[in-house]
C-alpha cells in the first residue's frame, strides 16, 4: 500500500504483512540478478562487544540477495582490526572490512590534503563517505544500502523492506528512508526527531512562512533514521555532512539532486531499539547536546541556500515560537505514552526541549558569525577530478589491508 503525505509529496509504504518475507526476498533475488546490491555498516570497534551486532551478522546471513557488505571500521588500532576480520568472516557474503585509521588508508587519504579535500573530522559522516567511496570504485552495483550496527531489535526484513523499492526496476525511486516507531524496553524514544525536529519544523514555518523544502522535510516519519538506501548512479554528487547533521543532509541533497518524487519512505519495522545517546548537557560536544547543534545548522544552512534571509531577531522569534510548541507536543506524547503503557520521564523530556531551545540560539549565531562554513565532506565527482588514480589505489589499499590480516 501506498499514499502520498499532505505535505512534500513523498510515496510512503506501508508494512502491513500482505507479502511474505520469503516472497519479498525472491523478488530481490530476481531483481539482483541485474541490478547488483550492497550493504554499507559502519561501525565504531566497541560495537563489535555490543549486544547487537552478533544477531545483525547471524540475520544478514540468511540473506541471499546481497552482492557485497562494507564494513567501515572506526576507533580501531591495527589488533583490534584483526580481531574485526575475524569476528565479520562469519559472514557468508562477499565482504570487506575498511580500517580508517590504518596507515595506508590514511596515507592514501592525506594525498587529498593538497587538494583541500580531505574530511579532517573523524565520524559516522567520514566513515560513511569513505565506504561509498569504495562502492564506487567497484562500479558493480546498482543499489546501495546502509543501516546502522547498535540495532538491538534488527531483523533482515528491515534491510528488505529497506531497499525494495529502489532495486525495484519499475519504480522510479531513487532514495529509500526507514521509518519505524521508537519504542525500547517499554519506553518512548525517538527525543530528538519528537522535541526537537518536529516542533522546529513547524516553528520554521511559522516564522519563515510557506517552504517547499520544510514541507519536505516535514514529510518525513523519522527523518533521523539511520536507515536508507539509494541508487548508485546518485553517489558520486552526494554531498556527505562530516557531523551530526549526516540524515538531514542526505535527504537535503535527495532535495537538490533528485526532487520529492523521486524520494519515498518506507515502514521497515514495527519495534526498533538501539543505543541511546546521552544528553550530555554539560558538554556541548557529545551526545544530543552536540546532536541537535548539527542539526539546527545544516538545517539553517540549508534555508539560506535556498534564499531565506535569517538575522539574530529571527533565532529569537524563533526559538519563542519552538519553545511553546515543543511543550505542547510534550504534553501529547506523555498523554500517548500513558495510553499505551510505556514509562515516560516528563521532567528529563522538558529539561531536552530546555536544552534544544537554547541550542536553536547558539546555532544561529553560529551560523550568522561563520555563513560561509561548509561542513560538507568534497564529493567523489571532486575526488575523482583531482586525483585521477585515487579510486583504483583506494580500492588496492583495502585489498592490501584485508590480505594481512586474513583470518587463520
Known amino acids: ?98 580500517w580508517n585509521g590504518g596507515p595506508r588508508l590514511q596515507s592514501l587519504m592525506k594525498r587529498l590534503e593538497p587538494h583541500g579535500l580531505w574530511p579532517i573530522e573523524a565520524g559516522k559522516g567520514r566513515n560513511v563517505w569513505g565506504c561509498i567511496g569504495y562502492l564506487i570504485a567497484c562500479a558493480d552495483s546498482a543499489v546501495m544500502a546502509i543501516h546502522d550496527c547498535d540495532i538491538v531489535t534488527y531483523n533482515r526484513e528491515m534491510l528488505s523492506r529497506l531497499v525494495y523499492p529502489v532495486a525495484h526496476p519499475a519504480f522510479p525511486y531513487h532514495l529509500s528512508k526507514g521509518f519505524y516507531p521508537r519504542i525500547g524496553n517499554n519506553r518512548l524514544g525517538g527525543r530528538v526527531t519528537r522535541n526537537l525536529v518536529s516542533p522546529l519544523l513547524i ?11 520544510i514541507d519536505y522535510l516535514r514529510a ?6 539511520g536507515e536508507f538506501a539509494m541508487r548508485t548512479a ?43 545517546q546521552d544528553l550530555s548537557a554539560e558538554d556541548a560536544q557529545t551526545g544530543l ?8 545548522k545544516a538545517i539553517f544552512r540549508k534555508l539560506a541556500a535556498d534564499g531565506v534571509v535569517m538575522s539574530a531577531n529571527t533565532f529569537r522569534t524563533l ?21 499505551n503503557g510505556l514509562a515516560f520521564d516528563r521532567p528529563a523530556e522538558e529539561r531536552s526541549i530546555q536544552l534544544f531551545a537554547e541550542n536553536i540560539i547558539q546555532a544561529g549565531q ?13 564529493n567523489w565527482n571532486l575526488v575523482n577530478a583531482a586525483e585521477h588514480d585515487f579510486l583504483t589505489d583506494f580500492r588496492a ?8 590480516s586474513e583470518p587463520a
Not at 40 to 53: C, H, N, R, V
Not at 366 to 378: G, K
Not at 397 to 404: R, W, Y
Request: proline share 5%; glycine share 4%; with cysteine.
Open 203 to 213: 516553528s520554521l514555518k511559522k516564522v519563515l512562512g510557506d517552504s517547499d523544502y
Open 397 to 404: 589499499a583495502v585489498a592490501a589491508d584485508m590480505k594481512d
Open 289 to 296: 547536546n552536540r546532536m541537535s547543534m548539527d542539526i539546527c
Open 319 to 339: 526559538k519563542a515560537t519552538y519553545y511553546r510548541r515543543a511543550l505542547d507536543m510534550l504534553e501529547v506524547y506523555s498523554n500517548d505514552a500513558q495510553m
Open 1 to 98: 500500500m501506498a499514499d502520498f503525505h499532505q505535505n512534500g509529496n513523498i510515496a510512503q509504504f506501508h508494512n502491513l504483512r500482505t507479502r511474505p518475507l520469503e516472497e519479498l526476498e525472491y523478488r530481490l533475488e530476481t531483481f539482483a540478478q541485474t541490478r547488483k546490491i550492497s550493504l554499507i555498516l559502519p561501525s565504531l570497534y566497541s560495537e563489535l562487544e555490543g549486544p547487537a551486532l552478533e544477531n545483525i551478522l547471524a540475520e544478514l546471513s540468511k540473506v541471499k540477495y546481497l552482492h557485497r557488505v562494507i564494513i567501515g571500521l572506526d576507533a580501531a588500532d591495527e589488533g583490534q582490526f584483526h580481531a574485526a576480520r575475524r569476528f565479520f568472516a562469519r559472514l557468508p557474503i562477499n565482504h570487506v572490512v575498511l
Open 220 to 225: 518525513f516519519r523519522y527523518p533521523l533514521s
Open 234 to 276: 546518485t553517489l558520486p554528487d552526494l554531498r556527505m555532512p562530516s557531523d551530526w547533521g549526516l540524515e538531514i543532509g542526505v535527504l537535503s541533497e535527495a532535495w537538490r539532486n533528485l526532487g520529492p518524487r523521486a524520494v519515498c519512505q518506507v515502514e521497515i519495522a514495527d519495534v526498533y531499539d538501539h543505543k541511546h
Open 366 to 378: 553560529v551560523f550568522l558569525e561563520n555563513p560561509q562554513e561548509l561542513p560538507f565532506i568534497p
